[in-house]
């Protein structure tokens, strides 16, 4: 893999911010990818409350995720995964997405993690991290983050079905002991194993 930095984004990384929302657009607006749009505010509020994960090249933006809490943080969805097109192919989406997800059991230890993707490769990565497809009942109630989704452009059939259904497919990750999930050797990666030295 390319030598990327893959780590909590800070203050530090705020002019990247008009990359990353442009990344998005870009990505949405793709055949065939349900991604909801985000603001320059919405992505800026994210790396300064500390719920994001950004990756570089050198100094090149290469990468994002970022993580949102729902239901008194009951809930915590993982999203806007996005990889810049130049930098597809060196694992670098896997390598992301698991940064955010250790992200987010250090922040919500005890929340159910989940997410709606269309993709296939994002869908696989969940899996390798333990996620399971669900049923949209299953995700969080909350009308705030349903409403996160009007931007895509999948949102009418959302609208159709009450919810309830759409091209995406929901994935859900429960931490309770209740719960049969074996960790894999691949998904125990800490985030320093994740952040090479920039080159």
Same mark, same amino acid.
């Given at each position: *893999? ?38 320059? %505010? ?6 300064? #409350? ?7 090249? +050198? #100094? #090149?933006?290469?990468? /994002? ?14 999203? $806007? ?12 989406? *896997?390598?992301? +997405?698991?940064?955010?997800?250790? &992200? ?5 230890? $005890?929340? +159910?993690?989940? $997410? &709606? ?5 994002? *869908? ?17 109630? %909350?009308?705030? /983050? ?8 999948? /949102? %009418?059939?959302?609208?159709?079905? $009450? ?9 859900? /990750? ?7 999930? +074996? ?14 030295? *920039?080159?």
């Amino acid at each position: *893999m390319k030598p990327f930095t893959i780590c909590p984004a800070t203050t530090e990384h705020l002019p990247y911010v008009d990359a990353v929302v442009q990344a998005i657009a870009d990505a949405s607006r793709a055949k065939g990818t349900g991604l909801a749009l985000r603001s320059h %505010d919405y992505v800026r509020s994210k790396i300064e #409350e500390g719920k994001a994960v950004i990756a570089l090249f +050198k #100094e #090149e933006f290469a990468g /994002f995720c970022y993580i949102e809490s729902w239901e008194h943080s009951r809930y915590v969805a993982t999203s $806007g995964l996005i990889v810049q097109p130049q930098f597809r192919g060196h694992g670098l989406a *896997m390598a992301i +997405k698991k940064a955010a997800f250790h &992200l987010a059991r250090q922040k919500f230890p $005890g929340a +159910k993690l989940f $997410g &709606l993707t269309t993709s296939l490769a994002v *869908m696989k990565i969940n899996s390798e991290l333990g996620f399971t497809p669900v049923t949209f009942t299953e995700l969080t109630t %909350d009308q705030e /983050f349903w409403k996160g989704c009007e931007t895509c452009q999948y /949102f %009418d059939v959302l609208q159709r079905s $009450g919810n309830k259904n759409c091209l995406c497919t929901g994935m859900i /990750f429960d931490p309770s002991p209740k719960t049969k999930w +074996k960790r894999k050797k691949s998904s125990s990666l800490s985030l320093a194993a994740l952040t090479p030295p *920039m080159q």
